[in-house]
């Protein structure tokens, strides 16, 4: 059957045939620490819109080190190491950082940049999207599970 989001790696699987609820590049300390990028492309879905085949198979630890007991676990392949998500302990929100998660970014356009911080003097983006300090204004977390 043909999803309309499928990423994972060979071992472990995910698709989402519902659209994403926000979609950002992020430029956070932790997501430059976590993935060694620059910036991020971020997606947000419902936390139940990521289904996964296998998630007894996921090695789950902290996304952010400085935080542990935050909500956001980073999903590793147990077998191969590929990440394969963000899970929020919450159950609001699954995240994917398509050019990581694979996932094809072609049909993810990120729609804004958030977390950007001029004190770490790197230049304000300049492509034409709204630029925040923080996730966009209108942003609306889901309930939990």
Not at 2 to 10: L, N, P, V
Not at 18 to 30: A, L, R
Not at 65 to 90: F, H, R, V, Y
Request: some cysteine; charged content about 20%.
């Amino acid at each position: 059957m043909s999803h309309k989001y499928t990423g994972g790696c060979d071992h472990i699987h995910t698709h989402s045939d519902n659209d994403p609820i926000d979609n950002h590049t992020c430029h956070c300390s932790v997501c430059k620490n976590v993935t060694g990028q620059d910036s991020t492309h971020v997606v947000f879905f419902n936390h139940g819109d990521v289904v996964v085949d296998h998630p007894e198979n996921l090695k789950r630890q902290p996304f952010n080190a400085n935080n542990p007991d935050g909500p956001l676990e980073l999903c590793t392949c147990g077998s191969c190491g590929t990440p394969i998500m963000l899970d929020d302990k919450e159950s609001r929100i699954r995240v994917i950082v398509p050019n990581l998660m694979g996932y094809t970014s072609e049909n993810l356009a990120a729609s804004y940049h958030a977390f950007y911080d001029p004190a770490t003097g790197e230049p304000r983006p300049d492509d034409g999207r709204p630029v925040h300090e923080g996730l966009r204004p209108d942003f609306v977390w889901p309930a939990s599970a």
